[in-house]
């Protein structure tokens, strides 16, 4: 099979475009490109900062979001600073939920002495939740050789059991627009 080089220019602003296919333009207007805008939406970063007068989220600390308007004072930049700023409600929301989930986590391993305390030790498992997309279900992933970032480590599989019994699992049937 031949390579081909395609290009695609669309304007959102008045519904037309150009399709380069090997350097020959094809003109794109009306119903077309406005279909090939709406299957292919732009997507926007949700940490940009807004415009003054609009409207951003921030994440609460009970897996709720407070609306702010910009204003462009001190209150708006601490936010935007600290990561605490989205332009986008569903992000928001997620970021919310997924840092509560995380702090249930945390302090249920912490009050039942679950927390792996001890050194990295490369023979020894590492036991984390996980969510499994193939299973489309929360796992335990037990790690030797690797410490990923920001997750909480069990002490044991049956400490992270545990956790996904008496903590992941209600958590996500009382906030059922959590995603993994």
Request: aromatic share 14%.
């Given at each position: 099979?031949a390579h081909r080089e ?9 519904c037309?475009g ?11 207007t ?8 709406k299957a292919m939406p732009?997507v ?5 900062r807004a ?11 009970k897996?709720?979001v407070?609306s ?5 004072d001190y ?5 935007y600073?600290?990561?605490m700023y989205?332009?986008?409600l ?7 939920l ?11 391993a912490y ?8 050194p ?5 498992p ?8 193939t ?10 050789t690797?410490?990923p970032?920001?997750?909480?480590s069990f002490c044991?599989?049956d400490?992270?059991k545990?956790a996904?019994?008496k903590?992941v ?8 627009d959590f995603r993994w």
């Amino acid at each position: 099979m031949a390579h081909r080089e395609f290009t695609l220019d669309l304007h959102t602003d008045d519904c037309t475009g150009t399709l380069t296919i090997d350097g020959k333009k094809i003109e794109l207007t009306g119903d077309f490109s406005d279909n090939l805008l709406k299957a292919m939406p732009i997507v926007s970063n949700p940490c940009a900062r807004a415009p003054i007068n609009q409207t951003y989220y921030v994440p609460g600390c009970k897996g709720d979001v407070v609306s702010m308007t910009e204003q462009g004072d001190y209150v708006d930049d601490d936010f935007y600073n600290t990561a605490m700023y989205y332009n986008q409600l569903d992000t928001a929301k997620q970021v919310a939920l997924h840092t509560l989930l995380y702090r249930q986590l945390l302090k249920f391993a912490y009050d039942n002495n679950y927390l792996r305390k001890t050194p990295w030790i490369v023979d020894e498992p590492h036991y984390e939740i996980i969510f499994n997309h193939t299973t489309g279900d929360v796992a335990i992933d037990s790690c030797y050789t690797v410490e990923p970032f920001g997750n909480i480590s069990f002490c044991s599989y049956d400490a992270a059991k545990q956790a996904i019994e008496k903590v992941v699992r209600p958590f996500m049937k009382e906030y059922s627009d959590f995603r993994w």
